[in-house]
């Protein structure tokens, strides 16, 4: 799949810290609770670490006490990149940010939380940064 921001491993390896490149570009986790993003409710918009592309803004984060911060819509429609994960014996939606195709997180939908969309997207603070200010 071709994205806007194309680079090479070797690129990618030199511009992220280890922790950072496991999980946005080899789709890892981050251990739950320990993100910087967790329980912040500093107001901003988030955006990718890996490219800068703005994907949430803080208005839609919400508490999920799942241990990695949660969203229930992105930015912009297109900023957030859906797809099949059938990784670890599940089938879940990952969340892949539109412009580098850097893995965020995933995606569930039907839970219960009080939001409008009945989704929580479920990010990893390691992909994110986030610019404080108005949304």
Known sequence: MAYEVEKTDEQWRAELTPAEYEVLRRAGTEPAFRGEYTDTRTAGVYSCR?????????TEKFESHCGWPSFYDPKDSTAV???????HGMVRT???????GSHLG?????????TPTDQ????NSI?????????
């Open 106 to 114: 995933h995606v569930f939908e039907g839970e219960g939380y009080p």
């Open 127 to 135: 992909a994110l940064r986030l610019e404080s200010g108005e949304d």
């Open 81 to 87: 990149e859906l797809l099949q994960d059938t990784s």
């Open 120 to 123: 929580r997207y479920c990010i």
């Open 94 to 100: 990952e969340a892949r940010c539109a412009r580098c």
């Open 50 to 58: 890996a490219c800068g592309a703005e994907l949430f803004r803080s």
